[in-house]
Structures are given as C-alpha cells and as structure tokens.
C-alpha cells in the first residue's frame, strides 16, 4: 500500500470503507476499499464473490478492479475512480432528471446486466448508491452480494436496500434469480423521474404494504406462488386496489410507464430479461451505442488468452508494411512509365524532323516502321533450341506478323494517360486527385 495515499474516505458500508486514493507511481486517481474483516490467506481472498465476479466480467459499465492487494491481513481492492454515486446526484438535484437522461442512464445499466445475466451472475443489491456516475458514463459497483446464476439455493434472504428488494425475496422464498434485479430497477427507474422512492417501506411488513397499495393485491392470476409464500410465513397480504403509475409518475411517457409497470411486476416470471428490456420501445432511439461505450477488444486481455495486444500490434504493423510496399511498388511503376512516356515522346520529335526534312509525313511510312519480329529478322531464330534452324516461318506465324506488322505507329504509341499518384502509409496524398470533403458536426440533443 506504500504505492497509494490515501486521500478522503467517500464511503464507509457494512463490509468496508472506500477511500479516494493517488497512485503516487503513476499520477491515477482510483478508489480503494478497505475490507473491515481480516483475512488470512490468498486462497480465502480469491473465493471471494465479489473478486470471482469481477475477474470474469469487463464491460464499460460494470466498475473496473484493477487490483487485490492483502497486507497484514488487511484486504484490500483496487477500484477505477468515478465521481458520483447516483444517491449523490439525485439528492444534491431540485427536480426530476429529464427522460433523455434517465434513458441513457438506464439503457447502459440494462446492457451491463445483459452481459453479467449472461455470464451467470446476478448483483442482487441493487440501488442508487451502487450506480457510480462520472459524466454521462454510469456503471454497477459492489459486487460483494453478487451470486451465480447456477449457484444452489437456499439464498440469503436479506440480500438489498429494503425499498429495492423484490417480493420473492421479501418473503423469504429461498430461490430467486436475476428477476430481482429487474425489479431493483424498475424501482430505480420511478425514483429518477420523481426523486422519491417507489415503495419506501419502513420494515419488510410495511414494504409489502407499500408494494400493494402501488400495484394492487397479488391473486392467484397475479402471482400464485406469492401466496403460498405468504400462507407459509403466515402472512396475509392487505387488500388493496392497484393505483396507475401515470398518476404517481405523471412525467414519464407512456413507453417509460409500460416498461416500469412491466419490471415491477409480482411474479419474477413475468419480468423482462435486461436482454429483452434493451429491445423495449422506450430505448427505441438508443440502438446505437458510442464508441466509447462499446467493449475494447484490444484494450483488455480477455482471461485466458495471453498475448492478445501483440497480435493486435502485429497487425497494426503489417498493415502499415503493406501500405509502405504499395507506395514503393507505385513509385517505381510511375517512373517506369515516365520513361515511356519520354521514350515515346522522343521517337515522335524524331518523326516530325523527318518530316520536315524530306517533306514526307510519317503516316506516309507507315510501311516502313512496321513491326517485324525475331523469327523475321533472323532466320532460323525459332528452332534453335530444337538442334535444327528453321528458315522459313509456319503459315501461322506469317499471318500473325502481318497482323501485328499492320499496326501503327500511333496505336503504340497512344497517349497514355496520368499515372495514378503514388500510396503512401496514410492514404493518398495527392491533393489535385482527392476532392476535399467537409463533415458537419451534429450536436444530438
């Protein structure tokens, strides 16, 4: 830990505290949780949940763990360093965020959580304080209750915030799955637009009050295993009638209120996958994903493959060698072709002084500049290589050379057009050959 000071603490949770800390090697500003219990070897730090998940996933919106470090039997993590945390900005905010930001927002948390839920793994504790925000960049943090999909139950039942927990897990059922962090974010959606939580319960009877008197009742249409839950804790739900969201969020659209009811349904079973949540009409204008919110192949080593940034390297390199032997190989076409081109313009100067010398014009002599080839002009040319010379060509040789022999000077010798310009690593850097092209910028609102 000499490598890091420690700069401020932003945080102190059940497990650990997270302090602001600079990397005095290299200058980084990253964020460091200090775990309150000890631990007293590798093997125990390695099964953790939180380290198990966060080695397997790497995503631009899942924070990133850049290291472990155990010293005195004090763990600690190594986090990347974001601003915010979500609670901060909404409590610090006078109003409702726009629809515009909470869909942004929201769409890259449903593509972590596409990606985690595909990998196995649900976060299970899901609320504002565990969204970190720098910018318009938002990713998921603390993966301390983070448990495989296929993991065996029986489940912890106190596993998030109160007003986030889902109803399977309220009433204790001991198997649930990614659906509670549908529900966590239905949850989260309803606070961004109306900065009060959906169902603020004060303990977990007065959280399931809550969620009834928001959507009603549950029956046996609604959610059937619900009730055999609550018949088994020998609890019984408040009869309540459900009360439409529009009228507790009357600044969200129609769309946002559809995909907030949908979450927040009572069965899991009845939640949309985050993979199918993406494809929602409320995140219709969201399809495409900036550059920087896209996954960086090159950038990270996938686990399990070494060595991937020098095949990348590599390639990056044979391309600049391929570009660099086109422009060679142009280079010495272009002065090939100048040579022509002065040869030919030569023959014709010595043409036209022929011409002005004897009065006759060279199309006049066309006859006399025909092309004979070898065979022609050396009798036996053709078959010497066969041990016996033959003097007098085949009949089709005589006819190809006075084919080739009627043609002209001036179709030889046709003007040639510009040489392409020469390549060069880059790209072309003819500025007469490349009309200049004038991108405008456009600032989406």
């Keep these: 830990m000499e490598r890091f000071k420690l700069i401020k603490e932003v945080g102190d949770g059940t497990f650990g505290s997270v302090w602001r800390a600079l990397n005095k090697q290299s ?10 219990r000890k631990y007293y070897s590798w093997e125990e730090c ?64 449903f593509q972590a959580l596409a990606y985690m839920h595909q990998r196995g793994y649900f976060h299970r504790d899901l609320k504002p304080e565990n969204l970190l925000v720098t910018k318009d960049i938002i990713k998921i943090a603390d993966f301390g209750l983070a448990r495989e999909v296929c993991s065996q139950p029986p489940y912890t039942d106190y596993v998030s915030t109160r007003w986030y927990r889902a109803p399977e897990v309220l009433l204790q059922s001991s198997i649930y799955g990614a ?6 974010m239905g949850a989260i959606m309803a606070e961004l637009f109306t900065l009060r939580p959906l169902f603020p319960g004060s303990s977990e009877v007065d959280e399931i009050h809550k969620i009834c008197s928001v959507l009603g009742s549950p029956n046996e249409d609604s959610w059937a295993e619900g009730l055999q839950l ?12 459900p009360v439409h969201l529009s009228l507790l969020i009357p600044s969200a659209s129609e769309d946002a209120i559809n995909l907030i009811t949908a979450l927040c349904s009572w069965d899991p079973c009845r939640r949309p996958k985050a993979s199918e949540v993406l494809q929602h009409p409320f995140f219709q204008s969201c399809f495409y ?6 996954p ?13 940034p020098e ?95 009627r043609m002209s000077l001036n179709s ?27 991108y405008s910028r456009k600032v989406v609102g």
């Design 289 to 294: 994903v900036p550059p920087f919110l896209r």
């Design 46 to 109: 390695m099964n953790l949940r939180e380290v198990k998940s966060l080695r397997r996933m790497n995503h631009p919106n899942i924070v990133k763990l850049k290291e472990v470090i155990r010293e005195n039997d004090i763990l600690y993590f190594v986090f990347e360093y974001m601003e915010f945390n979500l609670y901060q900005i909404m409590k610090d905010r006078g109003k409702g965020f726009s629809e515009a930001e909470i869909r942004n927002w929201c769409f890259q948390i």
């Design 311 to 405: 095949q990348s390297s590599t390639r990056r390199y044979s391309t600049g060698a391929l570009s660099v032997t086109k422009s060679a190989n142009s280079s010495v076409t272009a002065k090939a072709n100048a040579s022509l081109r002065a040869g030919v313009q030569r023959k014709l100067e010595m043409d036209n002084q022929e011409f002005e010398k004897n009065g006759k014009s060279p199309k006049n002599n066309l006859k006399e500049s025909r092309y004979k080839p070898p065979a022609r002009l050396n009798p036996g040319h053709l078959g010497r290589n066969l041990g016996k010379v033959t003097d007098v060509p085949s009949k089709a040789h005589v006819q190809m050379t006075d084919k080739l022999g």
């Design 27 to 36: 200058g980084e500003v990253v964020a460091i949780k200090k775990m309150k």
């Design 230 to 241: 609550a018949d088994f804790m020998k609890h019984q739900f408040p009869q309540c009638p």
């Design 296 to 308: 960086r192949v090159a950038s990270h080593t996938p686990v399990g493959i070494k060595g991937a």
């Design 412 to 438: 030889r010798t046709h003007k040639t057009d510009k040489p392409p310009p020469s390549m060069k690593a880059g790209g072309w850097h003819s500025q007469s050959e490349i009309p200049a092209r004038r």
């Design 179 to 184: 659906a509670v962090d549908m529900w966590a």
